[in-house]
């Protein structure tokens, strides 16, 4: 699920925090997706796409965790280049996985 929120152009990101959402659990909904939808509205308005290259994937538990390099772009021009770490925090529940916690934190910590 992490590539639907980690790679996305301005015409893509619709479609990709709706697929994204649909696995979300409802008692995460409300927060995940004001979060969402704050970063769709930033790519719409500024034109930022982004590619997420994965390098590591972690399960441990009921977390995933997803670290690798991701570059955005607004045109042509690079506005950013670093590593960034996606925790996915999910539970089963009638055998399909359902997001329950999200957190992005770059290579220097910060939360994303």
């Known amino acids: 699920l992490v590539p639907y ?8 990101v619709d479609f990709n925090i709706r697929v994204f ?3 979300v659990h409802p008692k995460s909904y409300g ?16 034109g930022i796409s982004q590619a997420f290259f994965p390098q590591t994937v972690v399960t ?7 670290a690798g390099r991701q570059m955005r772009f ?7 280049d670093e590593v960034v770490t996606y925790e ?10 359902l997001i329950e916690s999200m957190n ?3 290579d220097s910590g910060r939360k994303g």
């Open 88 to 97: 996915i925090g999910f539970l089963m529940e009638k055998g399909k996985p």
């Open 31 to 46: 927060t995940i997706e004001a979060e969402l939808i704050k970063l769709r509205d930033q790519v719409k308005s500024v």
């Open 60 to 66: 441990k538990e009921n977390k995933v965790r997803v």
């Open 21 to 23: 959402l649909s696995y």
């Open 5 to 12: 929120i980690a790679g996305f152009t301005p015409e893509s």
């Open 104 to 106: 992005v934190t770059t």
């Open 74 to 80: 607004v045109g042509k021009t690079v506005t950013s």
